[in-house]
């Protein structure tokens, strides 16, 4: 064959698989995860239950479409190597049926390895039936976990970082290829924490979003850490391939109102997947209203596809900045300190003259700019989200 012809072929599948990232990610995902509430524990009942709520609190209407099963489905294989699920799932093919009647998308779980994170069945040496299985099954998002993966990497590359880096990749890979041959569009949501630096090389392995770090919990301090840790990242997400710095903790109960609001407003400017991640049948009106904010879901949502990031940080305070499709910016005054402070922003750092157009996005009140400069005061672990456009 022709040298020619081969970059052609290679041209062709890389437009191809492009184009399918997109059609499935265009915008960062928006759902939520059984997880950080639920944990081991979750079961059939409960992601229908969660599929109601997102319908009746008007969330799938704000945007949230995926209902994802995180680890602890899964049973053993059959004899012909089937994944079966365990007796949380008595039928998987109707609890999709049901999340589809309720015009929402199902998401699972698994992993490149022979176990999971939880310890339960992996897909290793099973990659091509498992895609099958999710596709029969009518699943839209796969989240594919390292974990077991680890253990055959350190025995495979004898320890060779390089050697066990290639191993890692092959494998997502060959997921990622997997789906494609099933012909349903299958959201492939990479999970590795953000080692050997995932956000250069997941879209290569067909990847439409990637954990950047390890895991969050419900902490201020945990969130903070893996929030703030985003910068410089920006570059790297696109349509079709977002950085995760993973779910949402909103409404579990661990942080304040001023934290949550901080988490929401990061992950936005962060363009990062929307996966709420509590107990959506008993979430209180406030939660409700910090995680269906139209304004906050518009700058994570914009058109644009483009990650904001770090403009400046002084001790304690930091200012980030989003661009926005038509010119506008969404700009995060973020107050880590311990202490309520005025902070302020001038029109003209961030690029916009005197007369620009600022909306606080947590209020939905326009605000007004005192020559070209806004001073407000910050709570302590709050932020001051504003939209500037002219
Ligand atoms: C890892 C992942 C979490 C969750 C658990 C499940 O820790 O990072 O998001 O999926 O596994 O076991």
New binding site residues.
Partial sequence: MSRRLLSFIAAFIFLTASAFAQKVAATPPMGWNS?NHFADKVTDADVRAAADAIVSSGMRDAGYIYVNI??TWEAGRDSNGNIQTNKKFPDMKALADYVHSKGLKLGI?SSPGPK???GYEGSYGHEEQDAKTYAAWGIDYL?Y?L?GLREVMDKQSGGDRLKAFVIQKAAYEKMHKALVATGRPILFSL?Q?GWNDVWAWGPEVGGNAW?TTG?INDTYARMETIGFSQAGLSKYAAPGHWNDP??LEVGNGGMNADEYRTHMALWAVLAAPLLAGNDLSKMSKETLGMLTNKDVIAVDQDALGKQGDRLWAVGPYEVWAKPLSGGAKAIALFNRGELASPMTLRLKDVGFPQGAKLRDLWKGTEVTAKNGEVTQVVPSHGVLFLKVSQ
């Fill in positions: 997880w995180d680890d779980y999971t994170c939880a989240k976990d974990c999970c924490y954990r895991d993973d779910m």
